[in-house]
């Protein structure tokens, strides 16, 4: 059962920071569950300090993954029309790898803030570049936590590897 728990949890670490650039799927939340099924193992001794300041940091990392990108959008002047384009634009830019996943948020904006206001072309571009930041800004930070925490789920399990190996 151990062994079941943690490729499990290993799977999610690795779900969770393909997560940090997909938007339907929550990153750091799935690499926190990660870290939590390795605690569920029989062998590991759950550490709540732990367990707790990684809840934290996922909740707050999640709170800004949708306050960021709305905030880089309308510092520049756009609309949530900008930031669904962003979405959109990310998800069909990853049907065309690598450039797709580069130009997708950006046109996707580019092309929400055209739908929003076609009148005005300059503004819309100068949205969809605080659109494209917000997004870049943001996919960082749950890269970094996400990434942190495949390194923190490698510790824990290295340190108790004569017992989960065993």
């Known amino acids: 059962m151990d062994l079941a728990l943690l490729l499990i949890g290993f799977a999610c670490m690795l779900i969770g920071i393909v997560g940090s650039f997909l938007p339907i799927l929550p990153g750091p939340s799935i690499s926190w569950i ?3 099924l390795l605690y569920y193992t029989n062998t590991v001794t759950a550490n709540y300090w732990v367990l ?3 809840l934290l940091i ?5 709170i800004l993954d949708y306050t960021i990108p709305a905030k880089g959008t309308k510092h520049f002047g756009g609309t949530k029309y900008g930031v669904w384009g962003t979405n959109i634009g990310l998800v069909l830019g990853l049907f065309f790898p690598p450039i797709g996943f580069i130009l997708g ?16 072309k300059k503004q819309a571009f100068k949205a969809a570049v605080g659109s494209f930041i917000g997004f870049l800004a943001s996919t960082f930070i749950k890269t970094m936590v996400c990434v942190s925490y495949l390194v923190l789920f490698f ?12």
């Open 34 to 36: 990660g870290l939590l």
């Open 52 to 54: 707790g300041i990684t």
């Open 155 to 166: 510790y824990i399990a290295w340190e108790n590897r004569t017992i989960l190996f065993s």
């Open 105 to 120: 948020p950006f046109v996707g904006a580019f092309i929400g803030e055209l739908i929003y206001n076609s009148q005005d």
């Open 58 to 62: 996922t909740i707050i990392v999640t």
